[in-house]
């Protein structure tokens, strides 16, 4: 299956990918993760990446088309995949239409993880997580075992440098603008569905177990 998801900052993308990835043996391609480990190893892409990200700005078009491009070469990608947090403006959806094209296959269904925006803020500033493996945590929601701990390994969890409600403001900011326009480009191939993404993690993953089957 090759699936997008789409949703603003919170709304569950990256706590359902595994899920998914796993079930569907998928690979699995987190734009923000990939920018974010970029950053982190200070290379060129990630120095030119930072400043946008830091103020809860998109990051040029060609800066990630040129990262997705590379990643949908790697052979686990193959069989399928699920782009979380890209396509993120309607330039980025028609570039990846190019890609797919190219290699003769097409996108197969848009998640779109609908929620109301007043929820977010609780989610974001809560969240938790172990960078090496990507587990998320919510010290509400989903708290781990020992508070600031990985269950698995042990290790320290991290707060996102841009999980604050006032970085919260200008990501949703552009959500709103620039990502939902995105929606409406796939609504016309009649390839989106929407979840309850409010609900329960459970039910949201019930609820992508029926949309795929
Ligand atoms: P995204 O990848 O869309 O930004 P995450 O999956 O990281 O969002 O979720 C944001 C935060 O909210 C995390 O701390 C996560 O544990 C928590 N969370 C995710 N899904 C739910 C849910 N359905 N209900 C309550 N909290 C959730
Ligand atoms: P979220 O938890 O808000 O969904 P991400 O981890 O997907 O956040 O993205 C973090 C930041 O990385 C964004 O605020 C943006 O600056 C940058 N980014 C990620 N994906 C894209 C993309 N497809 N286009 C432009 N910028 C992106
Ligand atoms: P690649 O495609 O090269 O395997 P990944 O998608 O695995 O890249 O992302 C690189 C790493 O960045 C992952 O281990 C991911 O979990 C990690 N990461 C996620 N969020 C953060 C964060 N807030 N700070 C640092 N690293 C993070």
């Known amino acids: 299956k090759r699936l997008i998801l789409i949703g603003p900052p919170g ?3 990256g706590t359902q990918s595994p899920i998914i990835k796993d079930e569907y043996c998928l690979c699995h391609l987190a734009t923000g993760d990939m920018l974010r480990a970029a950053v982190a190893a200070q290379t060129p892409l990630g120095i030119k990446a930072k400043e946008a990200m830091d103020k809860g700005e998109l990051v040029s078009d060609d800066l990630v088309v040129g990262i997705i ?3 949908l ?3 686990s ?3 399928g995949f699920i782009l ?3 396509p993120r403006t309607v330039v980025q959806a028609q570039k990846l ?3 797919l094209e190219k290699r003769g296959v097409k996108v197969d269904k848009v998640l779109n993880f609908a929620i109301d925006d007043a929820i977010l803020e609780e989610r974001i500033t809560g969240r938790w997580i172990h960078p090496a493996s990507g587990r998320t945590y919510h010290t509400k929601f989903a708290p781990p075992k020992v508070p600031g701990l990985d269950d698995v390994s042990g290790e320290p969890l991290i707060q996102r440098k841009d ?3 006032a970085v919260l403001k200008s990501r949703l900011e552009a959500f709103h603008k620039q990502t939902e326009p995105v929606i409406d480009y796939y609504n016309k191939g009649s390839i989106v569905a929407n979840l ?3 609900k329960p993690p459970k039910d949201v993953t019930a609820e992508v177990q029926k949309v795929l089957s």
């Open 69 to 71: 491009d590379e990643a």
């Open 97 to 99: 239409d190019e890609m």
């Open 84 to 86: 979380d947090g890209f």
């Open 196 to 198: 309850p993404a409010e």
């Open 73 to 75: 070469k790697k052979p």
């Open 11 to 13: 709304s569950g993308k």
């Open 77 to 79: 990608c193959q069989k």
């Open 163 to 165: 999980d604050t409600a």
